[in-house]
């Protein structure tokens, strides 16, 4: 097969001698061409699942617009998150997309259509799941029958017929996909999936022609290659996802894919997306904010030097000067974003428009991928019109004066929110900075991404004319608005009755997070939830000896899959004393009591945290008229989701 690299030699580097100078970010903007397809520029919205379809698998409105919204934005290649291929065990998600029967072929065209009227090109991954089935449903397939991980569901065997069955699938689903206008098909041969677990001899055990020689486990993924080739033709792209490192013991690394590359490129790629891991390493695969976020950018470099083909690197990509050294050195051809364009669908307009302090930036605090794990629909918790497109902002009918109590986020979007559909807002926080909770987290020294969120805000509240007062309290009865939207965080619990015969320090997290170096020795954390289990962290890095109790079993539903993996393992390493089923009962002097079991036990503490909270009682008075919103935690919700949906949602009711 012809290689099929950018249409000159070293195009990033000659092209950014072009007139180029004033551009921060001049080689994200470069345009390509590979085997007739163009590309307006070098950013690629990844296939992230959004889990937006129907029950069935078909597209929906929601889908479209959500699609349509990351086109209009200025993305050079949009790829439709994985799409399963059969009824037989392919589909991994609850809400995922299908093109499993022909009845998908007018959803997925709407989606097609949509994308490329605004300008990008259209590609869908196809994708089988294997054994790393998240619906509970069977069947759950592989090469051979080995769980993805220890106390996981054992799959079931593929057979030769069922492996001619799931090739013929991929073949039908591509010539769907084909009828239905994409122009790019990406296989999913990573991150543990079906394809991926023939690679490796880690998963692969079989002893026929499938499996144990390293042609033998090439033999599927080239068979699959090879039918969507062959559906495709000549006009149409071919790109697999594809890890440069399995991340795992036993696993492949870089040097087995820079072998597999080449010859899966034999079978017909024309391009390759670059990513690690499987679901064993979820939080490195996908990290929060609490890690470092490295990219997997490095993998993608010799793998094109290997495969000769253009790559697409990927993984945490959220540094755009990164982002464009990879284009301008030639160590990838495009990059993809997935969790950034999620966030801000208009990321890559503003990059090419000089303006990175417009971006509504992604702070990895990964809901959007939890929600997705535990079957719902993905949204933002930043950017409440994720998945939300359809739902169009309106200017108001009648300006009106709007006063918002509390610069918490849920403040903040309400303000913002207001301000879009034309009203004129006033802003009120008795703290000398915006922010409220969130800027109490960013205290924390592992919460390295709310930084950019506060920044963020400062300049977007500027920008939109809002009027902002800091360091004065608001009173409902003393405010001439048309409107006032109380948007007053909650008050920290310090548990009252239970405490009042203590003789230490009883404070509640909100206070503690303002003083954490004031706390010290023993400290018990009531409450297991993220704020408990955060300050937990945080305290036993300043050297605290610190016990954290729950009462259920399990930490609080506001600690997400992939931060429970992170905050497990840090807690243990700091020797943090974790404890569920666990009640307080009381605490009397420096000793706390506890109930475990139906057993109680006396802890001697220097000091306690209560993480319970509760809304502030909403403010009396107000001129007759005025219409009054509630939002956040004072209608007695929590976490960031809740906080700026809440916020839109009222400012869209004005």
Known sequence: MALNMPTAPSEAAVLLSDDRSSLLFPALGLPISIRGV????????????????????????QNVEYYRTRAAGQAGLIIVEITFTDDAGSRAFHAQLGAHDDRMIPGLTDISEAVRAEGAVAGLQLGHCGAQRVVSEPPALAPSAIAWAPGKRVPIELTREEIARIVQDHSDATRRAVQAGFQLLELHAAHGYLVNTFLSPATNQRTDEYGGSFENRLRFPREVIAAMRAELGPKRLLCARLNGDDLLPGGLTIAEYCKIAPALVEAGLDLIHVSAGTYRVMEKRIPPMYLAGETFAAYAGPIRRAAKVPTIASGTIHDPAEANRLIADDEADFVSLARPLFADPALPNKLLQNRPGDVLPCIRCNTCLAREQAGGRGYCAVNPKTGREYERVTPASSVKTIAVIGAGPAGIQSALSASERGHEVVLWERENRIGGQVRLASALPFKHTLPRLLDYYETALERAGVVVRCGESARADTIDADVIVHAVGPTWDTLGALTREAEIPVVG??????????????????????????????????????FLMERDSDF???????????????????????????????????MATVLHDEIPRELQVDAMISTVRRPVPLQAGGRPGVLRLVVGESRGTRGLLDATYSGYRAASAV
């Open 556 to 590: 609080d539903e506001d600690v997400n899959l992939i931060a429970k993996l992170v905050l497990s393992r840090e807690l243990e390493k700091c020797g943090v004393h974790v404890h569920f089923s666990t009640q307080f009962m009381g605490a009397r002097g420096d």
């Open 509 to 546: 997290a909100g206070d503690a997070l303002l003083h954490l170096d004031e706390i010290g020795g023993r400290i018990l954390i009531v409450g297991a939830g993220l704020a408990g289990a955060e300050l937990a962290w945080a305290l036993s890095l300043r050297g605290r000896q610190v």
């Open 38 to 61: 163009s590309f307006r520029n070098r950013i690629v919205q990844a296939p992230m699942c959004a889990m937006y379809a129907n029950a069935d698998g078909s597209a929906t409105r």
